[in-house]
């Protein structure tokens, strides 16, 4: 027989196991929700806990976090561009500092399910971003549809408390759209706003809007929850740390640390790619598409396609370029770090990982914007690690007082003096990087007009880009992110470079039905999705199906500045018009003489404004316009306001009246920027 010792002691072994595997799946899979969790990801959460022993936190020495205390507030935002989830930040700081226990979040990542429990009496505080004509950003059209469904319950917020700040630019008809949505639907749903609607101007100072709105919301949400509005804390809360990664837990990694997830990602398995997977695509091919003699940049690019990129002409192909090598080798030496040191960015309170691990080379070229310039939530860091005259000049640079912001404007923005530039003339300034990185806004995707059509280029997306090449007022040369990538990797004979993208659905298309006539409106890179338009048009005048079919008029409206120098895509235009894809191309030069012509006085000259007002009057044609939304769009949109003026005997009023409901039927249509 066996002793009862003996099973009493395999009886505390099994059940210690049987412990050890329940704590595992309940600390790392519990909440996971997704059932596929990859391997990379099974490899984050149990070989790189941190270790006192192995990991190391850079900067200052680990403290202990104690959880929020303070009435819950709960920030909710819609972004684009970052600049919505840089506000949210800044907003739920100051709060924090007078009561508040805020909490942060992408409405991407909101349970819809859970939200209505999540809310109840709370503040809730949106900072919303409208993209394009009227849209919600990408990552917001669910939570944005659920939200406007007519499926919500009535009393939906009712327990709840609001506030909505928007973020817009009024060269857009539909100035703040998603703000004023959402300030409507809340309330409509039960909610009670203890503001006003917050309306923010990209177009003029979003950062002075913010502020002013921001003071006057402060005091409100305080004397409604009770509170006195006192500052009682104004240092820096930590959230983020940065652990190195120890030669053991490198050597248990199967990633490459060279990149973040996004570049590693090659497949998208039997669904489409988004913002959050995208595919890592090769660019296949890439050309000039102006002459020396023009002292600028347009390239013509070509990016393999697959079925995750498949595209209709007029979408859009959004692009997660890398910070140029000069930059990021500049602000790492300036912060005194080894560039292929693996690390994880983590969060302090529950110890996720942010981003990582990977080399801090990667974060610095993949996920941290540090080319745009300086955001106050960095250069308030820069001024906590000061000390003398350089605290004082960071400290009113980041003051966030409506009536002190020209230096801000001036020195910062106007001059684009980025991260680094400060860190040049503030070298006494010592700041640990990981505090500086928690600052940095995330790297966003670029967006540009497909310039192909799948019928006609089924194998790849066209990109047409001018290279953003600049001398700041403070004598820097500067590139733009996206565009200076593409213009530096090129396809040679032997390798493609690659980049992630992913495809974004747009309005923006072609009718269904040929015989319905179009104008477009496109000069510059604002050709891009008619060069699609019209390679698609062939392609379905071709067909033997449409051979007796009646088509409409087709116009193009093209401008550049010397046909010797920058008309792109020539050839194709003039054998779309020899073909007659083309009925008519109306060309707008610039600088061939001392009268400067652009697209806009090409649309009022001669008979052209009564072939427009009857394409779009009698025919019931649709008009499209691509470009620089607050000069050229509103030109084009005041000439055709004074055709319909002229030749429909309408009042400007009337003529702008016409214009909208052209818009609400589906008939105006505006790609800008």
């Not at 989830?85 to 907003?91: I, S, T, W, Y």
């Not at 002459?291 to 070509?302: I, K, L, N, P, Y």
């Not at 610095?364 to 000061?386: C, E, G, N, P, T």
Request: net charge negative; aromatic share 10%.
């Amino acid at each position: 027989r066996v002793p009862s010792c003996v099973h009493i002691m395999w009886a505390y072994f099994f059940t210690g196991a049987a412990l050890v595997v329940g704590f595992i799946y309940w600390k790392f899979f519990r909440d996971s929700g997704e059932s596929d969790t990859s391997y990379e990801e099974m490899v984050l959460k149990i070989n790189l806990k941190p270790s006192d022993k192995s990991s190391t936190t850079v900067g200052q020495t680990p403290k202990t976090v104690q959880k929020k205390s303070g009435i819950p507030m709960l920030i909710y935002f819609y972004s684009q561009t970052g600049t919505a989830e840089d506000f949210a930040k800044r907003l739920a700081e100051e709060m924090e500092t007078c009561g508040f226990a805020p909490t942060v979040t992408d409405v991407e990542e909101v349970d819809t399910d859970e939200l209505r429990e999540v809310i109840a009496d709370r503040l809730v505080v949106f900072f919303a971003s409208t993209y394009g004509e009227g849209d919600p950003p990408d990552a917001a059209v669910a939570f944005h549809e659920w939200l406007t469904s007519n499926d919500r319950e009535l009393d939906t917020f009712g327990e709840t408390k609001y506030a909505v700040f928007g973020l817009g630019n009024k060269s857009y008809d539909k100035y703040n759209e998603i703000g004023k949505v959402i300030y409507k639907r809340v309330g409509e749903l039960g909610g009670t706003a203890i503001c006003e609607l917050g309306l923010g101007d990209d177009e003029e100072n979003i950062e002075n809007d913010f502020l002013v709105w921001k003071k006057a919301f402060r005091p409100i949400a305080c004397k409604e929850f009770g509170l006195s509005g006192a500052v009682t804390n104004t240092s820096i809360t930590w959230k983020q740390k940065m652990v190195i990664l120890s030669e053991e837990e490198k050597s248990k990694l199967r990633i490459d640390t060279n990149t973040i997830e996004r570049w590693r990602s090659s497949k998208v398995a039997s669904k489409e790619a988004d913002a959050k997977k995208p595919v890592l695509a090769e660019i296949v091919a890439q050309k000039e598409l102006y002459s020396d003699e023009a002292g600028r940049s347009c390239m013509h690019v070509e990016i393999a396609s697959n079925p995750s990129l498949a595209y209709k002409a007029g979408y859009h192909v959004g692009i997660f370029p890398e910070n140029d090598t000069e930059l990021v080798e500049e602000l790492a030496g300036l912060l005194n770090v080894d560039l292929e040191t693996v690390v994880t960015m983590r969060n302090i309170d529950n110890n996720n990982v942010l981003v990582g691990p990977c080399t801090i080379r990667a974060l610095l070229s993949q996920y941290y914007d540090i080319a745009f310039h300086a955001r106050k939530q960095s250069i308030k860091v820069l001024a906590h690690f000061a000390t003398g005259e350089a605290k004082t000049k960071l400290e009113a640079l980041c003051s966030d007082d409506p009536e002190k912001q020209e230096d801000f404007q001036n020195y910062i923005v106007n001059s684009h003096r980025t991260i680094a530039c400060l860190l040049k003339e503030f070298p006494d300034v010592k700041v640990p990087a990981e505090h500086l990185f928690e600052s940095l806004p995330k790297l966003q995707c670029r967006f540009y007009s497909i310039s192909s059509s799948p019928a006609q280029h089924r194998n790849s997306i066209h990109i047409t880009a001018a290279l953003e090449d600049w001398v700041t007022p403070t004598g820097r040369k500067a590139k733009g992110v996206a565009t200076g990538w593409l213009s530096k990797n090129k396809p040679a004979s032997t390798t493609s470079p690659k980049i992630p993208c992913y495809i974004r659905p747009s309005h923006f298309l072609l009718p269904e039905d040929l015989s319905t006539p179009i104008i477009l409106v496109g000069p510059g890179t604002g050709l891009a999705p008619f060069r699609g338009f019209l390679h698609e048009r062939r392609h379905l005048l071709s067909l033997e199906e449409n051979k007796g079919v009646a088509k409409g008029e087709c116009i193009l409206f093209f401008g550049c500045r010397n046909p010797q120098h920058d008309y792109m895509y020539k050839d194709e235009l003039e054998s779309f018009l020899e073909d007659g894809t083309l009925s008519d191309l109306q060309l707008a030069f610039s600088r061939v003489s001392e009268n400067k012509e652009y697209v806009q006085h090409k649309m009022k000259a001669g008979n052209m404004p009564k072939t427009i007002f009857d394409i779009l009057h009698n025919k019931g044609g649709n008009f499209y316009v691509c470009g620089d939304a607050a000069r050229m769009a509103t030109d084009v949109q005041n000439a055709l306001t004074d055709i319909f003026s002229s030749e429909g005997n309408m009042s400007r009023d009337a003529a702008k009246a016409y214009i909208d409901k052209m818009t609400s039927d589906g008939r105006y249509h505006a790609d800008v920027w």
